[in-house]
């Protein structure tokens, strides 16, 4: 059984920082694309940002300029660093991984952005 893991989430106040680690010892990690999407109560789960097997990157409009999504594949590891965190970053955020016709999800992490 694959399993993602993340971890980092948490309570921060407007403005703040967080770094979101996706840990994915499971897989070939370097021949993956990573994703992280998340999903706030009541909406639509929606993708914030992939690197792809090549590191190329690519982010939601709502975060761009404010987040960067990175990996190391020596550790398996993807992050996401958020920036000028704002009400509306709060959600459950999960790591994807795909290649090929694999898929994984992780668990999610809660960010919780509030004052």
């Known amino acids: 059984q694959v399993q993602l893991v993340e971890s980092g989430g948490g309570l921060v106040q407007p403005g703040g920082s967080l770094r979101l680690s996706c840990a994915a010892p499971?897989?070939?990690?370097?021949?993956?694309?990573m994703e992280w999407y998340r999903q706030a109560p009541g909406k639509q789960r929606e993708m914030v940002a992939i690197?792809?097997?090549?590191?190329?990157?690519s982010y939601a409009d709502s975060v761009k300029g404010r987040s960067s999504i990175s990996r190391d594949n020596a550790k398996k590891t993807a992050y996401l660093q958020m920036n000028s965190l704002k009400p509306e970053d709060t959600a459950v955020y999960y790591c994807?991984?795909?290649?090929?016709?694999?898929?994984?999800w992780g668990q999610g992490t809660q960010v919780t952005v509030s004052s």
């Open positions: 994807h991984a795909f290649w090929r016709y694999s898929a994984y």
């Open positions: 499971g897989i070939i990690f370097n021949e993956f694309s």
């Open positions: 690197i792809t097997s090549s590191g190329s990157t």
